[in-house]
């Protein structure tokens, strides 16, 4: 019974403590403490761009927007030239003269190669967009969770040798500590 109130006296003292430095927080530190990853993803995944707004990364959007016009511009291009050629070819098929057509330079193989390299460049422009748009969703929830971390000169890291007591005696070994100094 005494262990176990010893550990509750523990955990009450520190909830006590994080409950009092919790309140004593301004609302900047509170904002950088408890800025969700969550809500930028989300944000990100119903407008890209929203969770980088979010982040205060605003130089992030043009790039984001950039990237899903040129793949959706190069997706819908090679789906109009797919069509044409894809559209000529089956128009040859069904008994259309080649002389006049709208690509009588081609021949028959010729149009079917190129409806397979139009359709094949538009699913992997479609792949690129889809890649580009979860990048953003992914950035907008890494760089919330990152929000509030300290990146400034001032962070070092030491390893200096420390006098350490040998537990159950009264001699004394050297030990190495590390110390973190913000």
Known sequence: MRGILKYLFFAL???LCFS????SLEAEQFD???HSSKKAAWRSALIPG???AYNKKHFKIPIIYAGLGTTIFFAIDNNRLYNAYKDEYTWREDGGNADEGNFPQYTDENLQDLSNTYRSNRDLALVFTALIYV???VDASVDAHFYGFDVSDDL????RPTPMNIPGSSYQTIGLSL???L
């Open 135 to 137: 990048f953003n969703i």
């Open 179 to 181: 110390q973190l100094k």
């Open 32 to 34: 950088s403490l408890y």
């Open 156 to 159: 070092s890291l030491d390893l």
């Open 20 to 23: 009092s430095f919790a309140q």
């Open 13 to 15: 003292g520190i909830a």
């Open 50 to 52: 929203w969770g980088q």
